[in-house]
């Protein structure tokens, strides 16, 4: 059964600073996974979506990078600013019989000027 | 602009009283989806549909009903709504199946009283 895990939870930085948010899966075996960007009691913007067959994939300050057999993908923020502070949800999609995303825990992240 | 928009944002009912959350995409997309969210349990799939007159059960589907008439629409119909129908829920759609990029409405916050 796939199981997607984030860590940290939460993370409170100041302006500038380059974060790196952690996803793992327990199935190396995914189609791709997705990044979300989700504020609170709002919808989940798509930020990237990261093919299995590529290492990274970047959009502005944000990067994305998978390595699969390691179950891992990490979303690596740039100068970060106030703006950023949301909760970030990666995700992948479940087993071929289900269509659904199977969503990790989420990352609460706050950054103050 | 592309998107995918609900109605209502906001939705405050009683026990039993029949209710739509209305769901629609302008991406002429194949695949939709409901998922509702809960604090502690995330994003959990209610029901999902491939294309028209095509829809199948996600992981939660109890006291919900769904169809598909039309491609753009897919609207979640709560026939004897309960408190804990009470959530946070969202739409999503994607061109051709699950495993491509997926784009969510705003949510719906519902209360049943």
Same mark, same amino acid.
């Given at each position: 059964?796939? !199981?997607?895990?984030? *860590? ?6 100041? !302006?500038? !600073? ?10 190396? =075996? ?13 919808? +989940?913007?798509? +930020? +990237?979506? *990261?093919?299995?067959?590529?290492? !990274? ?6 990067? =994305? ?11 690596? *923020?740039? =100068? ?5 502070? =949301?909760?970030? +949800? ?11 995303? *199977? ?11 | ?55 199948? $059960? ?5 006291? @919900? $009903?769904?169809?598909? $008439? ?18 946070? @829920? ?8 699950? @495993? ?14």
């Amino acid at each position: 059964k796939q !199981e997607v895990t984030q *860590i940290p939870a939460a993370l409170s930085v100041p !302006e500038g !600073e380059n974060l790196v948010l952690n996803c793992s899966f327990t199935d190396s =075996a995914i189609y791709n996974l997705q990044w979300f960007r989700q504020d609170p009691g709002k919808g +989940l913007t798509s +930020l +990237l979506l *990261i093919q299995s067959s590529q290492r !990274e994939q970047t959009s502005g300050r944000l990067n =994305a990078s998978l390595d699969k057999s390691s179950g891992r993908s990490t979303l690596y *923020i740039a =100068a970060s600013q106030p703006g950023d502070s =949301a909760t970030y +949800l990666c995700a992948v999609p479940g087993p071929y019989n289900t269509d659904k995303l *199977i969503f990790g825990t989420g990352t609460r992240l706050q950054v103050f000027p | 602009e592309a998107q995918v928009t609900q109605n209502p944002r906001y939705l405050i009912t009683v026990t039993g009283k029949k209710l739509t959350v209305t769901c629609s995409q302008n991406m002429n997309h194949e695949y939709m989806s409901w998922y509702r969210q809960d604090p502690g349990l995330g994003l959990r799939q209610i029901y999902y549909s491939m294309n028209v007159e095509v829809t199948d $059960k996600g992981d939660v589907p109890e006291g @919900y $009903k769904v169809s598909r $008439k039309e491609k753009r629409n897919f609207p979640l119909i709560l026939e004897s709504p309960s408190p804990n129908q009470t959530s946070l @829920y969202f739409c999503a759609s994607a061109r051709g199946s699950n @495993y491509n990029e997926q784009f969510f409405g705003p949510g719906t916050r519902l209360t049943v009283l």
